[in-house]
């Protein structure tokens, strides 16, 4: 398939599945959004954590009625389910609107990687399970069956009041706004894969799924950087993956306004069980024995991993 015709058949499932791929959920009253970060390839505790938050049956169908369900990004890598948890992703994004939810998956620095040919992190286990290496270069052309659904994905979302993505906006990348930054991503990502991760604009270092000031910088002074960038986007927080948190809690700072939720939920990781809710201005870290009300802000231990 050409790269003109792949991008009319993107632009095409766009125009029909509009709320799917909304880049901006405005909500007219307070409703349930459950956000959890990065899965690395473990499928096991990813349905774990989807159970615990009530998203899905013991037979992994959606049941978590009108929930908004984000997923910031880096579903593969590390471990060696990539193909399951593409497909469940993708079959609760179909099944959720039957019941008034809606589930928002978005790219992470390990899906734009893999979509330009960087599997540095890809195991042996993991690319047998494709049958092989041709056929997992296959399978994240453009056209697919992984590529074709990844290359559809924004970059980042704003629901209500809260914008998700995967490392983090700084200032420079949220004066355009988050329908601006996923229309780059559209305009460029098959750019980008043919270049073989040539690292440039919403792409490189300092973009929304490579950033990590807010994670890893200090207080107060990447607060002044947070509330410039809120300030633009015109959100009152900003929750991220990326970054893991070692001793699996999700964590906030700057008063709230950052909540990080990368916690180790891939068995790589530890296998930490967890996910974020949030109810209008109630925030609130769901775990297998708890539920702890957000913030109050919590000392930062973050550890940067790639």
Request: aromatic share 8%.
């Amino acid at each position: 398939m050409n790269l003109i015709l792949v991008v009319l058949c993107i632009s095409l499932t766009l125009l029909l599945t509009n709320d799917v791929y909304a880049t901006t959920i405005q909500l007219e009253e307070p409703r349930r959004i459950v956000a959890m970060g990065d899965l690395h390839g473990d499928l096991h505790n990813t349905k774990k954590i989807l159970r615990l938050a009530g998203l899905i049956n013991d037979k992994d169908h959606w049941s978590g009625g009108d929930t908004i369900y984000v997923q910031t990004g880096d579903v593969l890598d590390r471990g060696t389910d990539t193909i399951e948890l593409y497909d469940l992703i993708q079959r609760l994004r179909s099944e959720a609107p039957e019941q008034g939810g809606l589930v928002i998956p978005l790219l992470g620095n390990h899906e734009i990687m893999n979509l330009a040919g960087d599997w540095r992190y890809v195991t042996k286990k993991e690319m047998a399970t494709f049958g092989g290496h041709s056929k997992r270069v296959e399978a994240f052309q453009p056209d697919g069956f992984i590529g074709e659904y990844l290359v559809q994905l924004n970059m980042t979302t704003k629901v209500g009041g809260t914008v998700f993505c995967h490392g983090g906006i700084n200032p420079e990348f949220a004066k355009k706004g988050v329908d601006q930054i996923n229309d780059n991503v559209r305009q460029d990502l098959l750019r980008y894969m043919a270049s073989g991760a040539d690292p440039h604009g919403v792409f490189g270092g300092h973009g929304p799924t490579w950033y990590r000031g807010y994670a890893l910088d200090d207080e107060p002074g990447i607060c002044a950087v947070a509330d410039k960038a809120l300030a633009y986007m015109k959100a009152d927080r900003m929750v991220m993956g990326h970054t893991v948190q070692r001793d699996g809690e999700i964590r906030t700072r700057c008063n709230g306004k950052i909540i990080l939720v990368d916690i180790g939920i891939s068995w790589v990781y530890g296998g930490f069980v967890g996910a974020l809710e949030i109810i209008g201005d109630q925030v609130t870290a769901i775990y297998e024995h708890t539920r702890v009300p957000l913030p109050p802000r919590q000392e930062d231990r973050t550890h940067q991993e790639l």
